[in-house]
């Protein structure tokens, strides 16, 4: 999803419109309308008075666009100085990992049921993409992409609204749970 995409996404499941937003976040409905349109992308600043109108992260909101192993690195091994990684997989004789076997999981149980949860989501949505493939029905093939499409959402969705961050300043490591709700 672009920054323009996943603004809107969260204006509409926050239920604001989009004059709304714009007078909450203290930015111009034009600006509004630019962004969701891909027509222009917010500034930094722009981002966060939006991130903090949708009670979401400034990560949540910025494109990021990763097309290579060079460009996936860095925030790999960010990942694995944060969450403790495990490799597990079949060595070959010199004590190399084969790279058909290798997996990962974490010493942390919330950032594995996390990959849990989310390896579940992805087993749905790829059963319905299938299922659609496989219908000449168009109408039915339309609903299964759709559903497909909104399963995705929702679980970004819930995840945004129930962060988690990983306190990697301790010797172990520990999953704080931020609530976003304004009715605290």
């Not at 709304?20 to 969701?36: D, F, M, P, T």
């Not at 909101?61 to 597990?88: H, Q, T, W």
């Amino acid at each position: 999803m672009t920054t323009g995409e996943k603004i809107r996404y969260f204006r509409i499941k926050r239920g604001l419109s989009q004059e709304e937003l714009a007078r909450q976040a203290g930015i111009s409905v034009n600006s509004i309308r630019k962004y969701e349109k891909n027509g222009r992308v917010p500034k930094m600043d722009a981002i966060s008075k939006l991130a903090d109108t949708l009670h979401t992260s400034v990560a949540s909101l910025v494109d990021i666009s990763l097309e290579s192993i060079d460009e996936m690195a860095p925030y790999l091994f960010e990942i694995g100085r944060k969450g403790g990684i495990i490799f597990e997989g079949e060595k070959d004789e010199n004590g190399m990992y084969k790279p058909a076997s290798v997996k990962i999981r974490f010493q942390d149980y919330a950032l594995n049921e996390f990959l849990s949860k989310w390896a579940s989501y992805i087993g749905l949505t790829e059963s319905l993409r299938s299922q659609a493939a496989d219908t000449e029905d168009e109408q039915a093939k339309e609903y299964l992409l759709k559903r497909a499409e909104e399963i995705e959402q929702e679980f970004e969705y819930d995840l945004t609204n129930n962060p988690r961050t990983v306190d990697y300043r301790s010797d172990s490591i520990a999953v704080k749970l931020h609530n976003t709700s304004e009715n605290l």
